[in-house]
Nanobody
Framework: RIELVESGGGSVQTGGSLRLSCIAS????????TGWFRQFPGKEREGIAA????????YYADSVAGRFTISQDDAKRAVYLEMNNLQPEDTAMYYC???????????????????WGQGTQVTVSS
C-alpha cells in the first residue's frame, strides 16, 4: 500500500504564499498521476491541479490557474504545490492523491485516484 504524507499547510495573509509537499512511500513515476484536491467545509473535494509524473504534464482548475504550480522531484518521491497570491476563498483542507493515470476528462475527479494523504489545512486571512 502506498502512503502519501502532505505537509506545508498553515496560516497566511491575503496575497501570501505557501508550498505544499506530498511525499510518497513508493512511486512508479512512469505510470502514476498525482493530483491536489481541496475540500471546503460541507463540500465535496475538488481537484485543482494534477501532474502525469511520467511525462511531466500538468493541468490546473480555472480557480487556481496562474497562481498555483504543481511540480515533481523524482529523487525525493515528492510532488509539490506552490501557491501564490492566496485569497481567503482558498481556505480549505488540501489533499494529495495518486494512482494510475486517469483519462484527462477524469483528472479532477476524486474517484480517479487510489491513494490519499491525510490532508493539510490552509487558512488565508484578510
Amino acid at each position: 500500500r502506498i502512503e502519501l504524507v502532505e505537509s506545508g499547510g498553515g496560516s497566511v495573509q491575503t496575497g501570501g504564499s505557501l508550498r505544499l509537499s506530498c511525499i510518497a512511500s513508493e512511486f512508479d513515476y512512469a505510470s502514476t498521476c498525482t493530483g491536489w484536491f481541496r475540500q471546503f467545509p460541507g463540500k465535496e473535494r475538488e481537484g485543482i491541479a494534477a501532474i502525469y509524473t511520467g511525462i511531466g504534464s500538468a493541468y490546473y482548475a480555472d480557480s487556481v490557474a496562474g497562481r498555483f504550480t504543481i511540480s515533481q522531484d523524482d529523487a525525493k518521491r515528492a510532488v509539490y504545490l506552490e501557491m501564490n497570491n492566496l485569497q481567503p476563498e482558498d481556505t480549505a483542507m488540501y489533499y494529495c492523491a495518486s494512482g494510475p493515470p486517469p483519462y484527462r476528462s477524469a483528472l479532477f475527479k476524486p474517484q480517479s485516484y487510489q491513494y490519499w494523504g491525510q490532508g493539510t489545512q490552509v487558512t488565508v486571512s484578510s
